[in-house]
């Protein structure tokens, strides 16, 4: 049997996790192949690899398997002709965002979207609501008012694997969301969506089957 010659990425379109490793690809100029999973009929295939069955998982043409989205990320900017995608998002503040984002607010995000889903969730929709934008939206808000990027002058890591998830919150109530005083915040949502790396990660791609993901040039942000 001939070994894969491209990284297959197991994915779910909508999904924040699969998207920014989907992001990281592309904008790394990494090619790779991607098997669209349907969640109610995971592939036997992804659970060998994987046995909790999460998206992503992207299996390496010599049989290591990347489990985790800030490892692929990590994986495909480890070659990236522009060293900056990485290097920036290991600062201690950016680190520090990630961690939020990926903790406190993406709990309360899942319990925002889904309101009444947790039997133990005790709070209000908007004191869920309020407790993720303090978790996390408020501190985008004062370090994207200080600079236009996570990365300073031009995006890092950071940027792409925060922007899914704000994007997520921001389409639970988009009229509110609009009227808070998050102008920077907005600004640099609005930048990500009107890029052409989120329009080729958003591509739609038939399922259950692999296909080679479609490329295009890395992205330049100034």
Known sequence: MTPPSLPLLYSYRRCPYAMRARMALLQAGQPFEVFEVVLRDKPAALLQLSP????????LPG????EESWDIMRRAFATADEPHWWQAAQSPANLALL????????RDL?????P???PDENRSRET?????????LLPLEARLQAERWLGGERPCATDLAIFPFVRQFAAVEP????????PALQAWLDAWLATPLFAACMAKLPSQEVVR??????LSLR
């Open 99 to 106: 961690q939020r984002n990926d903790g406190a607010f993406k």
């Open 63 to 66: 049989g290591e398997v990347l």
């Open 128 to 136: 869920v609501r309020a407790d993720a934008e303090a978790a996390l």
């Open 213 to 218: 993901f479609p490329m295009l040039p890395a």
């Open 52 to 59: 909790k069955g999460t998206v992503p998982v992207l299996r």
């Open 116 to 118: 009444g889903r947790d």
């Open 175 to 182: 009229q509110w969301f609009g009227t808070q005083p998050l």
């Open 110 to 114: 899942d319990r925002y979207k889904y």
